[in-house]
């Protein structure tokens, strides 16, 4: 009896693989976007209780995140800023209904 050959799992599958697996399953359904793997690390520094405040309304003014405003102004000084980075990725918290 052959063995048969499984393929790895620890590697997100890429763009051709997703599209070999929707065909095979007779589907016509977009690909999945795989994001590639990335780091994040945390950056942390202090500023005047002044700065705070303003970058604090200035995000809740343009409806956005504090780290939002601060990516976008690296962006706009030439920085590359992945576009992960530029999204609001903050958790949302479940609204717990009352029993009726």
Do not use: C, W, Y
Request: aromatic share 0%; net charge positive.
């Amino acid at each position: 009896m052959a063995q048969r050959q499984l393929k790895s799992t620890h590697r997100p599958p890429d763009t051709t693989t997703l599209r070999q697996v929707a065909t095979d399953a007779g589907r016509s359904l977009p690909s999945a976007v795989v994001r590639p793997e990335r780091r994040a690390v945390l950056i942390n520094f202090k500023v005047s209780e002044e700065l705070a405040m303003a970058l604090a309304e200035r995000a809740q003014a343009d409806g956005l995140t504090q780290k939002q405003v601060m990516t976008r102004a690296l962006q706009a000084i030439g920085l590359p800023v992945d576009p992960l980075d530029l999204e609001d990725r903050t958790p949302r918290r479940r609204i717990r209904r009352a029993a009726a």
